[in-house]
């Protein structure tokens, strides 16, 4: 177990339900970008979106309120916030009371802001609005080549000679990416979605990349600029998208986006997610 980490993961918790935001545990992200080679921060932006489908707090009158809360993150914050303290955070507002859902997005907005270093935007969703869940079929996806693995150990070279003399745009995905928890181990279920434009990228050698994945041991928003820089250099396309939708744990969900094209990307969710 990596102890930097472990203020809350892997620990027995008390779980505290009124407005505690002490709870939020800020981690710089200049750590896991410390250990990815070729990692420049300044070659890419993006957000973390997280999905907060467990939130609640009292109206004046003493009523449970719900919510489905977005929050996007942007990744030029000097921290990520760790998803279990986000979620002891967000239990702390069950019996806490708020004048209004706008009071509620303001304290979520002061306090997730305070704790990244970023300037955090917040949205409720009523828990009846009804989504539509379907995969993005803009995207190719590469999951049923019949390829032979013989390891699941990251390599972060595996894709270096993988490019072909093609110029080609191209947008792939792959629902197959796993990685486990940096501290706990639990494992993290993902579909990565790849938007390029250059020499076209071998897309068996791809696959076998995002499946070395497997037995990685790395957060949510490092493995996907691991996944971006990795890319960069081996491939050196002319421009590059790398976003991750994870399944949920514990109420949240974590999906990445990187680029140095595209200021958002919106896939759709599949049913797992």
């Known amino acids: 177990m990596d102890t ?19 709870l939020l545990d800020p981690i710089p992200r200049a750590r896991g970008r410390g250990n990815i080679t070729a990692c420049d921060s300044a070659a890419f ?13 009292l109206n004046t009158k003493g009523k449970p309120m719900v919510a489905v809360a977005e929050f996007m993150i942007p990744c030029t914050s000097p921290n990520l916030i760790e998803s279990k303290s986000f979620k002891l955070y967000l239990n702390s507002l069950n019996q806490t009371p708020f ?18 270093g970023g300037d955090v935007q917040v949205k409720l969703i009523p828990v009846d609005e009804t989504l539509e869940i379907r995969a993005d079929k ?17 390599d972060e ?20 990416l796993k990685s486990n928890c940096l501290v706990t181990n639990q494992p993290d279920w993902g579909s990565v979605y790849i938007h390029y434009q250059g020499a076209e990228i071998d897309r068996e050698t791809l696959l076998r990349y995002i499946i070395s994945f497997r037995e990685h041991n790395e957060f949510h928003e490092q493995c996907v600029e691991r996944i ?8 050196k396309p002319e421009k590059l ?5 994870y399944t949920r744990r514990g109420g949240l969900d974590i999906n990445p986006f990187r680029s140095d094209f595209e200021e958002v990307m919106l896939v759709g969710r599949a049913y797992r997610q």
Request: glycine content about 4%.
């Open 4 to 22: 930097t980490y472990s203020k809350n993961l892997g620990k027995k918790t008390d779980y505290i339900s009124t407005y505690t935001p002490q």
């Open 45 to 57: 932006s993006g957000y973390d979106l997280w999905t907060g489908y467990e939130l609640s707090w």
């Open 241 to 245: 998208t790398v976003f991750a939708r």
């Open 157 to 176: 070279d595996l894709l270096l000679g993988a490019t072909s003399t093609n110029i080609v745009e191209e947008k792939l995905c792959s629902h197959l």
């Open 99 to 116: 004048a209004s859902e706008q009071a509620v997005v303001e304290t979520l907005i002061q306090d997730l802001s305070a704790a990244s």
């Open 228 to 235: 971006f820089a990795d890319i960069k250099r081996c491939c």
């Open 138 to 154: 803009s995207f190719t996806c590469i999951d049923h080549l019949d390829i032979e693995i013989s390891s699941y150990a990251y």
